[in-house]
């Protein structure tokens, strides 16, 4: 949260100048608080987990934060129970009309598809014209950030001679943007796919900000200029054990899979994972949650568009 201080205050413009949020007494006496509208569209096969692991990550901020969670009916999820979707999960039909302050869209086994190929992509089209005008800031994760890139874009994904399996040091190239601040100079995060889109695809695009990447994982993080769109190709939400589970679950069908990346302790799977992305996921998220949703989104969700 940002900390209050007089207007006048010689340390503001110092502050400021480091890249520190303060809030002015003029600002705090205007601003009007409510709890935060978030919808997550969750792709994953594995519901309750990536529910589970993204909720971990928006629950540990100050924000109060009302979530709602969206299924797509074109697609017949089967790797969880009917009751649970019916439950606690709503159709694009049934929120349609509302307006969000915020958005998250997971990412999906589906990488090695087309996208037309993916039976649901015509209602995810849908849905990514839809945040344009009815959410304030969308958060694209993995394949749901190429996805993105594609229809809000045109920029193609391309496959990769192996599947990119592992935890993997980033550099954030944005320094003064609010969505890495508090990172060390080098951060860790987990990747597990088989797709890319290219930096000098995205460095075509004037209205797409390049903001951190790997030497071994390629592009990490972009937004748009506006700061509506963010696209986060890896995931820093993972469990961890999530990719041990990935992993030994592919042994166990006899598929061909290498040992995750700078996971396991000497690349031994017998060995517990090696966390070095926790702290960074966090910062992430809350990041993304106070600067792009909680700070700009306006008081009246309708005026979004306007």
């Known amino acids: 949260m940002p900390i209050r201080i007089p207007d006048s205050l010689p340390a503001t413009a110092t502050l400021e100048a480091e890249n520190i949020f303060v809030m002015t007494e003029h ?69 349609r009309q509302n307006y969000y302050d915020g958005m998250i869209i997971t990412g999906a086994p589906v990488e090695n598809l087309d996208f037309e190929d993916v039976d649901y992509w015509d209602e995810l089209c849908k849905i990514l014209a839809w945040t344009r005008r009815n959410v304030h800031c969308t958060l694209h994760i993995c394949w749901g950030a190429q996805a993105g890139l594609y229809y809000h874009y045109g920029l193609q994904k391309r496959q990769l001679p192996e599947k990119l399996f592992g935890v993997f040091e980033h550099t954030v190239i944005k320094h003064n ?107 992430l998220y809350s990041n993304w949650l106070n600067y792009y949703v909680y700070q700009t989104t306006p008081y009246e969700l309708r005026h979004i568009a306007d």
Request: charge should be negative.
């Open 27 to 95: 600002r705090a006496l205007h601003q009007d608080i409510r709890p935060l509208k978030l919808v997550i569209l969750n792709l994953m096969p594995t519901k309750i987990t990536t529910e589970t692991q993204l909720l971990r990550k928006l629950a540990n901020t100050p924000l109060q934060i009302d979530v709602e969670l969206l299924q797509v009916v074109s697609h017949e999820a089967k790797n969880v129970n009917e009751a649970h979707l019916e439950s606690f999960y709503r159709t694009f039909d049934e929120i």
């Open 177 to 283: 943007s609010p969505f890495f601040r508090g990172f060390d100079d080098v951060f860790f995060a987990p990747h597990s796919r088989w797709t890319e889109i290219p930096q000098n695809e995205i460095l075509r695009v004037p209205s797409l900000e390049l903001m951190a990447t790997s030497a071994k994982a390629g592009v990490f993080a972009v937004k748009s200029r506006d700061s509506r769109q963010f696209f986060v190709m890896g995931h820093p939400e993972y469990d961890p054990d999530t990719l041990a589970r990935e992993y030994f679950r592919d042994v166990d069908a006899g598929k061909a899979i290498h040992v995750p990346e700078n996971y396991f302790p000497h690349d031994d799977p017998a060995q517990s994972p090696l966390v070095r992305w926790r702290s960074a996921a966090q910062l």
